[in-house]
């Protein structure tokens, strides 16, 4: 099940769910997004994460509070109800939003799947994707900029490579967004991917204190 937190209140189906008295507590995406009704928030933009472990290490770090923001995950590939549910917040509240999932092929196909829709379900792509997210991260050049160790950066598989090869011919990528493009096809030619996690081999508390706040108010996405 998908997970939000943050600084929204929203009632569906007649149930009232206030995040905001507790905002770094996780609460259940609706799953019946058409009765969602009464969205009240105050954050300032919604913040999309790939993973339920950097979902979990952000609510551990009060990062709601100290950020006034949003957070969803959809634990991985998002189903129909979580792309519903970030579409109907965004058209409702106007925030920027952001995405933040591994520096690997999965976590872009999963950024993809947020920003363009499913290849499975391109019929109705119109509903279920949001045009307007940026990708905040992790970018492979993080890498470098944030020291990783050698250990991190794990080399792709052929599995991998011939997955990214699949995603760079998609035609709406160059015409669209360019710019991931460009990123995926650093990936490829460096041959190496890293997860979030390894982003806090420094310090546990990096993405909420120093990486995620720096790159938005740094205007470091795309």
Not at 41 to 54: D, F, M, N, T
Not at 159 to 185: F, G, I, S, T
Request: charged content about 20%; aromatic content about 12%.
């Amino acid at each position: 099940m998908a997970l939000v937190m943050g600084w929204l209140r929203f009632s569906e189906a007649g149930n009232m769910f206030d995040c905001i008295n507790r905002p770094n507590t996780a609460f259940p995406v609706p799953i019946h997004v058409e009765e969602v009704k009464d969205i009240v928030s105050v954050a300032k933009y919604i913040l999309v994460v790939e993973k339920e472990s950097v979902f979990q290490r952000l609510a551990n770090d009060q990062f709601c509070n100290t950020n006034h923001c949003i957070v969803i995950t959809g634990r991985g590939y998002p189903d129909i109800s979580t792309r519903r549910f970030l579409g109907l917040l965004v058209d409702t509240l106007h925030l920027p939003t952001y995405c933040l999932v591994d520096c690997d092929p999965y976590g872009f196909d999963i950024l993809s799947t947020y920003r363009f829709g499913s290849m499975q379900m391109a019929y109705d792509a119109k509903f279920l994707r949001v045009p307007e997210i940026l990708w905040l991260g992790g970018f492979l050049l993080d890498s470098e900029k944030y020291q990783l160790p050698q250990q991190c950066l794990l080399p792709l598989t052929a599995q991998d490579k011939r997955k990214m090869e699949a995603m760079l011919r998609r035609c709406y990528l160059q015409r669209e967004v360019p710019e991931w493009r460009l990123e995926l096809q650093l990936m490829l030619e460096r041959g190496v991917k890293f997860e979030l996690e390894a982003l806090s081999v420094h310090e546990l508390n990096f993405l909420s204190a120093v990486y995620i706040p720096s790159k938005i108010q740094g205007g470091v996405y795309i």
